[in-house]
Nanobody, 128 residues
Framework: QVQLVESGGGLVQAGGSLRLSCVVS????????MGWFRQAPGKERDFVAV????????YYTDSVKGRFTISRDNAKNTVYLQMSSLKPEDTAVYYC?????????????????????WGQGTQVTVSS
């Protein structure tokens, strides 16, 4: 079994930065894809970013390109989401997601149903 625990959320002013972390426990060695999704109140859960096991492949949703960076430290079983130039529309609960498989296809990796494991979420609030 695999467990994911996020941390690092909070309240920040527009233009500020936050770094989210997600620690994987259990059968972490089996994980290939690690990603982040977010869900604003009353909206669907949307894809943010994903990274492959060796970090050689990443995908981002257009609205965060140039502002967010996903990275991972396999020695620490941790994936990070560095968020900069935050905007009020980035306000959401951010979820870490993981799966045994990674595909070099954006449309596959952006689909939440392709991730087997999920964290409990961490709230990010950006004030204007």
């Amino acid at each position: 079994q695999v467990q994911l625990v996020e941390s690092g959320g909070g309240l920040v002013q527009a233009g500020g930065s936050l770094r989210l972390s997600c620690v994987v426990s259990g059968r972490a060695f089996s994980i290939d894809a690690m990603g982040w999704f977010r869900q604003a109140p009353g909206k669907e859960r949307d894809f943010v970013a994903v990274i492959s096991r060796n970090g050689g492949s990443t995908y981002y949703t257009d609205s965060v390109k140039g502002r967010f960076t996903i990275s991972r430290d396999n020695a620490k079983n941790t994936v990070y989401l560095q968020m900069s130039s935050l905007k009020p529309e980035d306000t959401a609960v951010y979820y870490c997601a993981a799966d045994l498989n990674y595909y070099n296809t954006y449309t596959i990796m952006a689909r939440s149903s392709n991730y087997r494991y999920w964290g409990q979420g961490t709230q990010v609030t950006v004030s204007s």
